[in-house]
C-alpha cells in the first residue's frame, strides 16, 4: 500500500515547546525512512514573517532533496497576496496548491472578500487548497463552509478534522471538501466510515509538529502515526487513493 501524506511542514516549528528549524533535506529523510511515497508539504516560515524568497527556497529545496513524490504548497500569508493580488506567483508551475492559516492571516474575521476573491481565483485555475481548522475562532469548520460552499469547483481540505463531528457534517453538506488526519485521533477514524464519508479523508501527519506536544523522536513520533493507522485499518483510499483525487481532481 502506497503512503501518501497530505500534511506536512518544513521550517521553524515556531513552538516554545520545541524550538526546531526543520531543513528541507531534514523532513525529506525522514518520510524516505518512514517509507512515505508522495506528500503535501508548506513552510511554517510563512508565518514567521520571513520574505517570500524563503518560502520559494523551502519549496525548491524540499523538492530537490526527495523527488518527484514532493508536491509544494504555497502558504498565502496576508502580505504576500496584498504584493501580488493576482497570485501571478502560481504561474511559476513550482506551487500545486495554496495553504491558509487563520491563525496566520485572519482572513475569516477580518478579511473575508480577500478570501473569497482568493478562492475565485484558485478556483478559475482549478488549484486546490488547505484551510488549517480546529478549536480556534475563524478556524471551526462552519465558519469556513460558507466559503467552501460558495466556490463548488474548488477541491478544499479542512486539514485535521477537528472537531471530527463537525466536520464530518460540513463533509455531507459540500461534495468538494476534503480533510486530513493531521493530529486526529485514529479512533475517530470508524466514525468518518460510519457516517459515509471516508472517500474524502486523507491520511495526514502535520511533520514536524508533533516534535511541540509529544516526546521522542520524529522518526518515532511518524512511526507512532503509522501505527495508528494500521491498527485502526485505514483503507486504501485514505492512505493514497484520496490524496490524488484532492491533489489532481481525479
Same mark, same amino acid.
Given at each position: $500500500? %502506497?503512503?501518501?501524506?497530505?500534511?506536512?511542514?518544513?521550517?521553524?516549528?515556531?513552538? +516554545?515547546?520545541?524550538?526546531?528549524?526543520?531543513?528541507? !533535506?531534514?523532513?525529506?529523510?525522514?518520510? %524516505?525512512?518512514?517509507?512515505?511515497?508522495?506528500?503535501?508539504?508548506? !513552510? $511554517?516560515?510563512?508565518?514567521?514573517?520571513?520574505?517570500?524568497?524563503?518560502?520559494?527556497?523551502?519549496?525548491?529545496? @524540499?523538492?530537490?532533496?526527495?523527488?518527484?513524490?514532493?508536491?509544494?504548497?504555497?502558504? /498565502?500569508?496576508?502580505?504576500?497576496?496584498?504584493?501580488?493580488? =493576482?497570485?501571478?506567483?502560481?504561474?511559476?508551475? /513550482?506551487?500545486?496548491?495554496?495553504?491558509?492559516?487563520? %491563525?496566520?492571516?485572519?482572513?475569516?474575521?477580518?478579511?473575508?472578500?480577500?478570501?473569497?476573491?482568493?478562492?475565485?481565483?484558485?478556483?478559475?485555475?482549478?488549484?486546490?487548497?488547505?484551510?488549517?481548522?480546529?478549536? =480556534?475562532? #475563524?478556524?471551526?469548520?462552519?465558519?469556513?463552509?460558507?466559503?467552501?460552499?460558495?466556490?463548488?469547483?474548488?477541491?478544499?481540505?479542512?486539514?485535521?478534522?477537528?472537531?471530527?463531528? +463537525? @466536520?464530518?457534517?460540513?463533509? %455531507?453538506?459540500?461534495?468538494?471538501?476534503?480533510? =486530513? @488526519?493531521?493530529?486526529? !485521533?485514529?479512533?475517530?477514524?470508524?466514525?468518518?466510515?460510519?457516517?459515509?464519508?471516508?472517500?474524502?479523508? $486523507?491520511?495526514?501527519?502535520?511533520?514536524?509538529?508533533?516534535? #511541540?506536544?509529544?516526546?521522542? @523522536?520524529?522518526?518515532?513520533?511518524?512511526?507512532?502515526?503509522?501505527?495508528?493507522?494500521?491498527?485502526? #485499518?485505514? !483503507?486504501?483510499?485514505?492512505?493514497?487513493?484520496?490524496?490524488?483525487?484532492?491533489?489532481? #481532481?481525479?
Amino acid at each position: $500500500m %502506497k503512503i501518501c501524506d497530505a500534511h506536512v511542514h518544513v521550517g521553524d516549528i515556531g513552538d +516554545e515547546r520545541s524550538v526546531k528549524d526543520f531543513k528541507a !533535506s531534514e523532513i525529506a529523510e525522514i518520510l %524516505k525512512r518512514q517509507g512515505v511515497d508522495e506528500f503535501i508539504f508548506s !513552510s $511554517m516560515n510563512a508565518q514567521k514573517g520571513l520574505p517570500f524568497e524563503t518560502i520559494e527556497r523551502d519549496a525548491v529545496e @524540499t523538492k530537490a532533496a526527495f523527488g518527484e513524490g514532493a508536491h509544494a504548497f504555497y502558504w /498565502l500569508a496576508g502580505r504576500f497576496y496584498d504584493a501580488d493580488p =493576482d497570485l501571478k506567483t502560481l504561474n511559476s508551475g /513550482l506551487w500545486e496548491g495554496v495553504k491558509l492559516h487563520e %491563525k496566520e492571516t485572519p482572513w475569516v474575521k477580518k478579511r473575508p472578500k480577500d478570501l473569497d476573491r482568493i478562492l475565485s481565483l484558485l478556483e478559475e485555475r482549478g488549484v486546490p487548497v488547505q484551510f488549517h481548522t480546529g478549536e =480556534d475562532a #475563524g478556524c471551526y469548520p462552519h465558519e469556513l463552509l460558507p466559503f467552501a460552499k460558495r466556490h463548488p469547483r474548488l477541491r478544499i481540505d479542512f486539514a485535521h478534522c477537528r472537531p471530527v463531528r +463537525e @466536520t464530518i457534517d460540513c463533509l %455531507k453538506e459540500c461534495p468538494n471538501l476534503f480533510t =486530513d @488526519t493531521a493530529f486526529m !485521533s485514529p479512533e475517530s477514524y470508524p466514525e468518518l466510515v460510519a457516517a459515509g464519508v471516508e472517500d474524502r479523508v $486523507m491520511f495526514g501527519t502535520d511533520l514536524p509538529l508533533q516534535a #511541540g506536544f509529544y516526546e521522542g @523522536t520524529i522518526d518515532e513520533l511518524y512511526a507512532n502515526d503509522l501505527e495508528g493507522a494500521k491498527e485502526y #485499518g485505514y !483503507s486504501e483510499a485514505v492512505m493514497s487513493g484520496n490524496f490524488f483525487r484532492f491533489l489532481r #481532481g481525479r
